[in-house]
């Protein structure tokens, strides 16, 4: 099993930035996709942003140009950099990978709430 424990959050102002981390641990060989999806109250759950194993990313257009997706693989952790924070922004950050043993599985991590107002 793996477990993803996300970190970082909390209340920022319009315009200001936020890093949010997620630390992997547990029972795995190797971890290949990761990324960050937000859902905020009443919407459905949407992709932020992900990272291959060996540093590849792909965005969500609301993302490209003001966020930042990472990833540390000594330390099974991922990092999402976000600047120019709006309102729009404000949700619960989840944390998501691919890891296992013999075969692999998705996992979710808790979620970090971010929350952009004055």
């Known amino acids: 099993q793996v477990q993803l424990v996300e970190s970082g959050g909390g209340l920022v102002q319009p315009g200001g930035s936020l890093r949010l981390s997620c630390a992997a641990s547990?029972?795995?060989?190797?971890?290949?996709?990761m990324g960050w999806y937000r859902q905020a109250p009443g919407k459905q759950r949407e992709l932020v942003a992900t990272?291959?194993?060996?540093?590849?990313?792909n965005y969500a257009d609301s993302a490209k140009d003001r966020f930042t997706i990472s990833r540390d693989n000594a330390k099974n952790t991922v990092y999402l950099s976000m600047n120019s924070l709006t309102p729009e922004d404000t949700a619960v950050y989840y944390c998501?990978?691919?890891?296992?043993?013999?075969?692999?599985?998705?996992?979710w991590g808790q979620g970090t709430q971010v929350t952009v107002s004055s």
């Open positions: 990272i291959t194993s060996s540093g590849s990313t």
């Open positions: 998501r990978a691919y890891a296992g043993v013999h075969i692999s599985s998705w996992y």
């Open positions: 547990g029972t795995f060989f190797s971890i290949g996709l």
